[in-house]
């Protein structure tokens, strides 16, 4: 049924979501029965071509995360925070706040897979203070909280829903 969830992106992407809804209910696809997200990783976009935004995506990843603002990045890219901006969306097809939520979000997904960690201590960890904020950010990113996402994908032994 891959490709039919891939006929589905598409049509999403290009057309739109109602259109999508409408060719799923046509050919009798529950589109929300499967959800890859869950085990797929974050893979940004590196062949757009800018040099200085891809700089800025390298060191994002082999970078602290827990501390990132705009201004750091638009400065590591030697560039205004504005022109920074709208380089970055132009080519990741995020904004600078996006892709960081994501790289959180990843490395958060591993230590609620591989520790025993308490939530709060994960989302510290990863830069968010108000646990609040990463639960959100989580579920938007991931469709699951992270305590969901834990009991699911946790490694036998460390299910603890803390």
């Known amino acids: 049924m891959a490709w039919v969830d891939l006929g589905l ?6 057309l739109g979501p109602t259109v999508m809804l409408e060719t ?3 050919f009798l696809v529950d589109v929300s029965g499967r959800q890859q997200r869950f085990y797929s990783n974050f893979s940004p976009k590196l062949h757009h071509g800018d040099e200085p935004i891809l ?28 022109t920074f ?3 970055f969306q132009k080519a990741t097809g995020l904004t600078p706040t996006e892709y960081v939520q994501h790289l959180r979000v990843g490395k958060a997904r591993e230590s609620l897979e591989f520790s025993s960690l308490a939530m709060k201590e994960i989302a510290w ?5 108000d646990y609040g904020a990463f639960r959100k950010v989580f579920q938007k990113i991931m ?8 009991l699911r994908f946790s490694v036998q032994g460390n299910r603890t829903p803390s």
Request: charged share 30%; net charge positive; with cysteine.
């Open 55 to 82: 700089k800025v995506q390298q060191w994002l990843q082999n970078s602290d995360v827990s501390s990132l603002s705009v201004c750091t990045m638009a400065a590591k890219a030697r560039m205004g925070e504005r």
């Open 143 to 150: 469709g699951l909280s992270p305590g969901d996402y834990r």
């Open 24 to 26: 799923a209910r046509f």
């Open 85 to 87: 901006l709208r380089r």
């Open 125 to 129: 960890k990863v830069g968010y203070e």
């Open 9 to 14: 992106k598409l049509v999403d992407r290009f």
